[in-house]
């Protein structure tokens, strides 16, 4: 005989047997196939029994004889029956908060009100959370990064997560450095998050590093220049709102990349809409500090993009940069 092979749809291996007996031997009667199989009598009569209700054996005329089911028909039955179960299964999985906050209830009052920060140390111990928290993201992963590249220990590292992540359907934004793409593993493995759904833009000087999972857990080290200190993880519904709007604030900021054709410096693009917002502003606005104050940043960060910009046009000037920008069709 050969293996198991319908485990996979709850057949036993005895019931696959007598299964596989009728095929070979349709029309035939059940009575002593007990002693074929050496077999207790009980066991076959029970395998019996639930064969039939399976659908993979029907009554074939009169005198108790036996048919097999059709092998095509019966597996589709069999693997519909499995799928419903394995459905409702995975359903009762994904709907489990409800034990997770029955758990915390054990810890008592004191556990409950220290529980919406966490302290992370040592690389490992990050690693594992960040592990867990994007293999339950159901919704949404934001995340800014300013690595200047990523190393193939990294990559294989996130890769598998990357994309069960987009394959479950969920959203992934991040920024990262513009340098980074001047490592080219580090852009390749960019692009390839984009050609799979993941929607990535560079900025050009960012320091702040966070990870959000589903707007309702946020990670952010103790030292941004030294992540190797630690981590915090908060849950706190107020504070995470907060991560989340710098978030926006910095993406907002940041330039798109589309990945395929994506050239070294990441301007394949153009200008993110911030940077539109700033070039306007310089052409229209006589000092800097009203520039600022009407975007919404400190009139240092205005200076910088507007330094950014003259240089992105080859201007000298801003009189110049303005000249340029109208004969692009920029504004």
Known sequence: MAG????????????????????????????????????????????????RGLGLLHPAGGDGL???????????????????????????V???????????AEQGPRAQAGSGIEQLEGLEQIRDRIDDL?????????????????????????????HRCLRRGVEIRSVVLRRALDDTPTADYLRELVAHGAKIRVARDIT??????????????????????????????????????LFEKIWQQAVEFTGPGEDGDGAGTGLSDFERRVLVSMCSVGKDEAGARDLGVSVRTYRRYVADLLQTLGAASRAQAALLARERGWI
């Open 4 to 51: 198991n092979e319908m485990s996979v749809f709850g057949v036993s291996p005895l019931e696959e047997e007598i299964y596989r007996h009728f095929l070979r031997n349709p029309g035939t009667s059940p009575d002593d196939i007990h002693l074929l199989l050496h077999c207790e009598r009980e066991r076959v009569r029970h395998s019996l029994d639930r064969l």
């Open 208 to 245: 702040e590093r966070m990870l959000v999972y589903d707007r309702r857990a946020a990670l952010v080290p103790l030292d941004p220049a030294d992540t190797a200190r630690g981590a915090l993880l908060a849950r706190k519904r107020g504070l995470v709102a907060n991560i989340v709007a």
């Open 66 to 92: 036996l048919d097999p089911a059709d092998p095509e028909i019966a597996l589709a039955r069999l693997t519909d029956t499995r799928l419903r179960a394995l459905h409702q299964e995975l359903r009762r």
């Open 134 to 162: 994007a293999f339950f993201a159901r919704d949404e992963i934001l995340s800014v990064e300013p690595y200047t590249r990523l190393s193939p220990e990294n990559i294989a590292r996130s890769r598998p997560l990357d």
């Open 94 to 104: 994904t709907q489990s908060r409800h034990v997770i906050n029955g758990l915390r």
